[in-house]
């Protein structure tokens, strides 16, 4: 492989273009890319068009990294065509892996969602309650647009994914360690969840937890209260555990591999690596964690009054996947 | 020819008052709840054939995911039943999940699950009675609610 350049084509699905500059956390190794790969196609910093790819014969591209989710017939067309023209598809950050923060789309109906983006936000002035077409007749021919589906989905939910990689966005050790499996053909077997570790993010935490017995009877919030980070000798000198002080924290249920970036900044780890090995349904997990944390002191009331203070468990638990959780979507409409 | 017009019409209108039968789970903790739901069956008491249990050893090593995956595989309601609080045979399983359920609820509920779909009941060794009760109300309750059909109601057919 070493006369041989890398084809390298990295892709946005329904994105922020995060995962595209998280490619540069790398620092400079992004120089050892360069000599390596060849990129051909990277709409992020590249001017190179599909029409260009379909030109591509099969399996063109060495390694295609897809990141986003699947939000519209357009992503899901170029997904169809690139697993076509890449040998190696590799599902790069949270939204290709789980969906995603869009995925939290998955709670509203595409009638809901365009008729808040379209009708009732408070900036906008649409009286004649003008919705974007998927077709359009003008002088010049017919436009077309891509259709907005009911739905997100992850990447695997379409095309077949070799590796997938969780993170919002991945880190760039984590980046750096997959480019560099891929460079050298050092790679798991297929399917199989790259560039992360084997544990939770409580292996990495810097936080210690104290025996059994705490139990939580306010949950704090990291914008309103300060965590107590004062180095406890019993807990080896680590401060205590966020979510035994009562900040909402979804570590226990989360991969590790990222170093708990987070936690290393004072705060609650949000679950972006995704659920941990083994476990399916991560919000489930997660709330399970949590419940069972809950000072109820036997009391049902009690434990209905401190849950009630989780306003918005969804949302929470399942910031980065509601589309890679059991029910997968809210039933249309919901109510909340 | 072999069909009487009476025949015809019994036929038609048991089609048509072919009633909507829910199917609810009920997981129940060994020492108190599924005894008493033994009690209710050795002592005879009739009551709606709904609820299929299944047994857990206390109803704190209820998953939340057993719940989620139910209501996705087509149970259009769900019972957890388990002892009372204090009586817990492994001291405070049951205090995990007094605190769980609520949030499980609000979960549910966010999701589009009515919350009459998923209970929490604190039933006894004794209390056999009690299940019946509450596998009778649950079942027409759900009854009214119709079928969750989650499958078929969360299918946004945007491709296939």
């Known amino acids: ?14 994105s922020c273009g995060g995962c595209d500059i998280s490619t540069l956390e790398i620092a400079e190794k992004i ?3 360069i000599e ?31 990141n986003g989710g699947i939000r519209n017939s357009e992503t899901r067309e170029i997904a169809e065509l690139l697993r076509k023209k890449s040998k190696v598809l590799v599902a790069y950050g949270a939204c290709s892996s789980f969906g995603g923060i869009p995925s939290l789309a998955n709670l509203y109906t595409k009638e809901s969602i365009f008729e808040r983006a379209y009708k009732t936000t408070e900036s906008t002035d649409n009286p004649d309650g003008i919705y974007p077409q998927t077709t359009h007749t003008v002088a010049e021919g017919e436009l077309h647009l891509p259709e907005f589906y009911g739905s997100v989905y992850r990447l695997k939910d379409v095309v077949d994914v070799d590796y997938s990689m969780p993170g919002c966005p991945p880190t760039g050790k984590q980046t750096w360690n997959v480019i560099e499996a891929i460079a050298t053909g050092k790679l798991p077997p297929k399917g199989s969840v790259v560039g992360v570790g084997d544990k ?4 990495e935490c810097p936080f210690e937890k104290k025996t059994e017995g705490v139990r939580i009877e306010k949950f704090k919030r990291p914008h309103l209260d300060r965590p107590d980070l004062t180095p406890i000798p019993e807990l ?14 979804v570590g226990s249920a989360t991969r590790s591999g990222c170093e708990a970036q987070c936690l290393k900044a004072n705060m609650p780890c949000r679950g972006c690596y995704g659920p941990a090995p083994d476990v399916e349904d991560q919000g489930a997990k997660v709330l399970s964690a949590i419940g069972s944390l809950i000072d109820t002191k036997g009391d049902p009331k009690r434990g209905e009054e401190i849950a009630a203070q989780i306003v918005d468990p969804v949302g929470t638990f399942y910031r980065f996947g509601v589309a890679n959780s059991v029910l997968r979507r809210a039933k249309a409409p919901s109510p909340l | 020819m072999l069909f009487s017009l009476s025949r015809v019409t019994c036929y038609v209108s048991r ?5 909507f039968e829910p199917k609810i789970l009920g997981i129940f903790c060994n020492w108190c709840s599924y005894t008493g739901a033994d009690l209710a069956g050795t002592t005879r008491i ?5 609820m299929r249990i299944v047994r857990v050893m206390c109803s704190g090593r209820v998953d939340p995911q057993f719940i989620l995956k139910a209501f996705k595989d087509g149970a259009d309601g769900v019972l957890v039943a388990g002892c009372h609080p204090g009586d817990c045979h492994y001291i405070e399983g049951n205090y995990k999940t007094m605190g769980r359920i609520p949030i499980l609820k609000q979960m549910l509920t966010q999701f589009g699950i009515e919350p009459e779909r998923f209970r929490l009941e604190w039933i006894s060794a004794s209390e056999g009675d009690r299940v019946a009760e509450v596998v009778n109300e649950m079942t027409a309750q759900v009854r009214k609610l119709g079928p969750l059909s989650w499958k078929s109601a969360t299918d946004t057919k945007d491709f296939k």
Do not use: H, R, S
Request: hydrophobic share 45%; with cysteine; glycine share 6%.
């Open chain 1, 1 to 14: 492989m070493a006369d041989k350049k890398l084809k390298l084509g990295v892709y946005w699905g329904a």
């Open chain 1, 31 to 33: 120089l050892k890319v």
């Open chain 1, 36 to 66: 390596i790969a060849d990129v051909v196609l990277w709409p992020c910093i590249a001017d190179i068009k599909y029409d260009d790819v379909k030109k591509y014969p099969d399996g063109f591209i060495d390694v295609c990294l897809w």
């Open chain 1, 200 to 203: 939770t993010v409580c292996d």
């Open chain 1, 236 to 249: 080896k000198n680590k401060p205590q555990c966020l979510l035994e002080q009562g900040f909402v924290c």
């Open chain 2, 15 to 19: 089609k048509v008052n072919m009633a």
């Open chain 2, 46 to 50: 009739k009551y709606a054939p709904n």
